[in-house]
């Protein structure tokens, strides 16, 4: 019998580290709950303090901290505060505990097949957009982000709506976006976009929208309607094309390094309060918009609905033709059904 223990003895200690080596962050991450140990995850966006968004990001940390019971806090920073967008992206690439609400447009820069999903006229709801996320392309490339760039989507169900054309002329087809420089955001997706439906794009950070619309930089900006209250753009823009052109899918990202370092049970916690505050801000928002467009009627904006969507559909395919992303597109589209 004392033989037969002296010999399991190290044998139960070899799977032991075993074990160890294939699991240590889960380990890690156990060992430091029970010492009490709590995380915080810093979480930025570029949008006001009146945007929706905004407070649905502060509900969604109110939950997460709940939650784990404080053992993990999301502070949330509105306007760019923590920098630029970009740049917080790269600092949690590299293991920082940051966050940024961001799109598919940027994350195509580290996978470029995903940029698809910020195309003209790729999603047409947000039901289709919890489809999407479904598709085994979209999967796939959520893991190699995770995996190759350090960067983990902890979900992508936040839809802000429909991008219009807010300009100080009527816009109703292509045509008439012509010599109009237009502010994007700068990423190649968004270029190629506003692009191949006939306007200049303008590369420009969100703050700097309305000082270069005063100083006439730019003649227009594309934006979501409840982002023209909030940045007071009907001061200086007079009408809202409803173009439709791009479905707005917002990606909440962290670093993969931050998000494994995070309990399984925190881990679990910030996905799925992400996902439930997520779907209520984009109820909202949805909710809210008619009352924006009214609003800004009574504020003097015209809003010009009578728009060829056909002549806008046809000119947007241009940007996925130039991008290289027709491939990813028509996968996407095969595994829809569509």
Known sequence: MKRLIKTAAPLCAALLLAAGAFAPSAVAADAQVAQGQSFTLRFSHVLGPREPYHEGFLAWARAVEARTNGGLKMEVFHSSSLGREEDIIEQLRQGANLGQNTDAARLGNYVPQIAVLNGPYFASSGEEVARIAKTPSVVRWQAELAEKHGLKVVCFNWVQGFRHFFTNKPIRKPED???QRVRTPPAPIWQESIRAVGAAPV??????????LQQRAIDGVELVYNNIPAGRFYE??????ETKHILLINFQVVGSRFFNSLPPAYQTALVEECEKA??????RIQTLE????????RRGMTIVEDVDMAAFRAAGENAYRALNLLEAKAAVDKELGR
């Open 290 to 297: 008619a009352e924006v467009k009214a609003d800004l009627r």
């Open 203 to 212: 590369a420009m950070g969100f703050g700097d929208m309305y000082p270069a």
């Open 177 to 179: 976006l012509r010599g």
């Open 236 to 241: 200086v823009l007079r009408f809202a094309n």
């Open 278 to 283: 997520g779907a209520e801000t984009s109820a």
